[in-house]
């Protein structure tokens, strides 16, 4: 069992930056791979990226060139760094582990989300 707890989200204009966090409990977190999801009112849960366990990246096409995840073991976080934000990105933001053979596959885990909206 693996516990997600995510943070960091907020109301912040189009053009803006936010950083989100994902702490993760146990103390097998160095052997997963991670992903951030978002959910936006009315449409399906989508992965946007992932970090394996030798800090290899994936984005969606969606995200590319503007948002950033990243890992500290030491601390169990899981980060995702978005910038040039757009209102389409107004959203439900949740953070995964999983493992990573190809393509990424996730464990039933999820923290409560951490709501980013994007307006003027």
């Known amino acids: 069992q693996v516990q997600l707890v995510e943070s960091g989200g907020g109301l912040v204009q189009p053009g803006g930056s936010l950083r989100l966090s994902c702490a993760a409990s146990?103390?097998?977190?160095?052997?997963?791979?991670a992903g951030w999801y978002r959910q936006a009112p009315g449409k399906q849960r989508e992965l946007i990226a992932t970090?394996?366990?030798?800090?290899?990246?994936n984005y969606a096409d969606s995200v590319k060139g503007r948002f950033t995840i990243s890992r500290d073991n030491a601390r169990n976080t899981v980060y995702l760094q978005m910038n040039s934000l757009k209102t389409e990105d107004t959203a439900v933001y949740y953070c995964?582990?999983?493992?990573?053979?190809?393509?990424?596959?996730?464990?039933?885990?999820w923290g409560q989300g951490t709501q980013v909206t994007v307006s003027s």
């Open positions: 995964n582990v999983g493992d990573y053979s190809g393509k990424y596959d996730p464990y039933p885990y």
């Open positions: 146990g103390r097998l977190f160095r052997t997963y791979a």
């Open positions: 970090i394996t366990t030798i800090e290899s990246t």
